[in-house]
Nanobody, 120 residues
């Protein structure tokens, strides 16, 4: 059973970088059937897709982030990370990682989410 667990700083000051990690267990992040994504849900709003990293390390981002986001991976730790530069209060949200299956075309596995608040 695949499990995803997000972790992050909880509170970040404006202009600082948000750094989040998703630790994956029960399956390798390098399997080519899957990709790994980040999404977020601000309070009172819908889910926003942020970006994705493929099995070969290639990435793709939501253009609305205006090049502030960077997704990377550590294959030795089976972790996927998200960095979001120049944080603003609008980045306050619950952040989720998820596994995308190229076979099913589904985001079938999600982490429980981690709250990040950007505030001085």
């Amino acid at each position: 059973q695949v499990q995803l667990q997000e972790s992050g700083p909880g509170l970040v000051k404006p202009s600082q970088t948000l750094s989040l990690t998703c630790t994956v267990s029960g399956g390798s992040i390098t399997i080519n059937s899957y990709a790994w994504s980040w999404s977020r849900q601000p309070p009172g709003k819908g889910l926003e897709w942020l970006g994705i990293i493929f099995h070969d390390g290639n990435t793709y981002y939501n253009p609305s982030l205006k090049f502030r986001a960077s997704i990377s991976r550590d294959t030795s730790k089976n972790q996927v990370s998200l960095q979001l530069n120049a944080g603003t209060p609008e980045d306050t949200a619950v952040y989720y990682c998820a596994r995308y299956s190229h076979v099913d075309r589904l985001y079938a596995y999600w982490g429980q989410g981690t709250q990040v608040t950007v505030s001085s």
